[in-house]
């Protein structure tokens, strides 16, 4: 069984807020009152998204077990809001530390890839309960709600996977590469598709390409 310690919490709770301003940011493009509008919607996603993401590290280094903790990283925390303000989030909120004297480069390598495959699978639920959703949102503002949250999402925790697969300074990719070359070049290939789908085809479009297949 594994808890998070009293740091940790204050510290996810501080990483959660700035990331759902930055991502809040950059979606309004600079527009409070769609800002306003978008800041629930973006909150639910992050709080999921990068809960889930610290959890699959922390889960997996205790299971080798090894005491894990995650930190915020106050630099990283200004880089993700001031980044936001181009369009695009650095999220750089901090990172899981594993403590350990013998750590392998696999066990490191597995416990990094964790944080982004959590963030793959719960863009994959996401866009499925959208699909489902779909046809009912036009009868209710819940169903409404709940689609955007699931668009969302799908769009902002592919975002995460693909950032923290990048092998740069203290980000997840770079552990994975070390690790392995090849599983760090599948897991990034598969993150870039999904990102550029939502970036390109978008959310919304993809839940009714889903919808028009499944009924052809």
């Not at 925390?77 to 750089?92: D, E, H, R, Y």
Request: net charge neutral; hydrophobic share 55%.
């Amino acid at each position: 069984m594994y808890k998070f310690t009293r740091n940790e919490i204050r510290d996810l709770i501080i990483a959660f807020i700035v990331l759902t301003i930055a991502f809040a940011i950059a979606s309004s493009r600079l527009d409070a009152h769609i800002f306003i509008s978008l800041l629930p919607i973006v909150m639910i996603s992050v709080v999921i998204g990068s809960l889930l993401h610290e959890v699959g590290h922390k889960f997996v280094a205790m299971k080798y077990g090894y005491k894990a903790e995650f930190k915020a990283w106050p630099l990283g925390l200004l880089i993700s809001i001031a980044s936001a303000f181009t369009g695009m989030v650095f999220a750089m909120p901090g990172s899981v530390s594993t403590y350990a004297d013998n750590i392998t480069d696999e066990i490191n390598g597995k416990i990094s890839i964790a944080g982004p495959m959590a963030n793959m699978s719960i863009a994959l639920v996401f866009i499925a309960i959208a699909v489902l959703i779909y046809p009912f949102k036009s009868y209710s503002t819940i169903f409404t709600l709940m689609y955007l949250i699931c668009t969302v999402g799908f769009s902002v925790n592919n975002f995460l996977a693909t950032f923290n697969l990048l092998p740069l300074y203290t980000l997840d990719g770079t552990k994975v590469l070390k690790w392995s070359a090849k599983n760090w070049i599948i897991i990034f290939a598969i993150a870039t598709v999904m990102l550029l789908t939502s970036i390109t085809i978008g959310a919304e479009n993809m839940v009714q390409l889903i919808i028009e297949q499944s009924i052809i």
